[in-house]
T-cell receptor
Framework: GEDVEQSLFLSVREGDSSVINCTYT??????LYWYKQEPGAGLQLLTY?????DMKQDQRLTVLLNKKDKHLSLRIADTQTGDSAIYFC????????????FGQGTTLQVKP | GAVVSQHPSRVICKSGTSVKIECRSL??????MFWYRQFPKQSLMLMAT?????????EQGVEKDKFLINHASLTLSTLTVTSAHPEDSSFYIC????????????FGSGTQLSVL
């Protein structure tokens, strides 16, 4: 079946890089996403990557995709206290356009 | 970026009443919208897929008579929680798939429903 796994917690110091990891099981996934959620708020789309790409960079964010290992990561450079939030990895199964399978979310704590 | 407006952001109601939640795509059209439910400190679980002009498709275990979905236009989907009970208390979030794309998905700000 479809499953997405993330580590639950990451703590970094301000200015350091953060790397949030995600694994998924569906080899037919077409797109993979990273969303950010602050307390009591909705999901903010950070970035997404098509499954035939292995890297995407957008300002401080770098997404790496290892399709063979079904591993996705999000690197945040120069992490700031405002980056503290829950980060969700999600995959779009190949058979279901628009339907997302989410990981449990990784809480990122940024210490000053 | 594209904006999805969800209203209300917070609602408290008595047990047995019905609550309607609106999801609007403000600057794009969305032929398909999705409704998710999120429990505290947990991930999002898809409840149903809402297609403009047709009946919604519900995920296994989601009661369609309990959670009524209407997608009357290309920019609006509504979720009505009927005869709400305390166990329906949750955070409900919608997402909208931008028309003409397969991948551009934007989420609303969510609705916190508390049933007393």
């Amino acid at each position: 079946g479809e499953d997405v796994e993330q580590s639950l917690f990451l703590s970094v110091r301000e200015g350091d890089s953060s790397v949030i990891n995600c694994t998924y099981t569906d080899s037919s996934s077409t797109y993979l996403y990273w969303y950010k959620q602050e307390p009591g708020a909705g999901l903010q789309l950070l970035t997404y990557i098509f499954s035939n790409m292995d890297m995407k960079q957008d300002q401080r964010l770098t997404v790496l995709l290892n399709k063979k290992d079904k591993h996705l990561s999000l690197r945040i450079a120069d992490t700031q206290t405002g980056d503290s939030a829950i980060y969700f990895c999600a995959e779009m199964p190949g058979s279901n356009t628009g339907k997302l399978i989410f990981g449990q979310g990784t809480t990122l704590q940024v210490k000053p | 970026g594209a904006v999805v407006s969800q209203h209300p952001s917070r609602v408290i109601c008595k047990s047995g009443t019905s609550v309607k939640i609106e999801c609007r795509s403000l600057d794009f059209q969305a032929t398909t919208m999705f409704w998710y439910r999120q429990f505290p400190k947990q991930s999002l679980m898809l409840m149903a897929t809402s297609n403009e002009g047709s009946k919604a498709t519900y995920e296994q275990g989601v009661e369609k008579d309990k959670f009524l979905i209407n997608h009357a236009s290309l920019t609006l989907s509504t979720l009505t929680v009927t005869s709400a009970h305390p166990e329906d208390s949750s955070f409900y979030i919608c997402s909208a798939l931008a028309a003409g794309t397969n991948e551009k998905l934007f989420f609303g700000s969510g609705t916190q429903l508390s049933v007393l």
